[in-house]
């Protein structure tokens, strides 16, 4: 069973800084990061695989890095120049590393930016 727990979110003003983690328990393979603005869909950010081979979106690309610690089991994601559409809940998303259609959702982690 793969547990995942993020950390990091909080309120900011436009054009500041937040970096999100996640620690996640089990066999994990790739790993992203999902965020849902209220009244939207559930929308990928970015995804990261274990030898990390990254994809954005691309109202992310430039201003947000994902990154992974497997010696840590721990997802980062790195946000720069926050804008107020950055704003929702961000959830970590894992792949079970070798049955890919097992998939592991955290609980999530609000994330506001100001105007």
């Known amino acids: 069973q793969v547990q995942l727990v993020e950390s990091g979110g909080g309120l900011v003003q436009a054009g500041g800084s937040l970096t999100l983690s996640c620690a996640a328990s089990g066999t994990i393979g790739s790993m992203g990061w999902y965020r849902q603005a209220p009244g939207s869909q559930r929308e990928l950010v970015a995804t990261?695989?274990?030898?990390?081979?990254?994809n954005y979106a691309d109202s992310v690309k430039g201003r947000f890095t994902i990154s992974r610690d497997n010696a840590k089991n721990t997802l980062y994601l790195r946000m720069n120049t926050l804008k107020p559409e950055d704003t929702a809940v961000y959830y970590c998303?894992?792949?079970?590393?070798?049955?890919?259609?097992?998939?592991?959702w955290g609980q999530g982690t609000q994330v506001t930016v100001s105007s």
């Open positions: 998303n894992a792949v079970h590393r070798f049955v890919s259609t097992l998939v592991y």
């Open positions: 990261i695989t274990r030898g990390g081979v990254t």
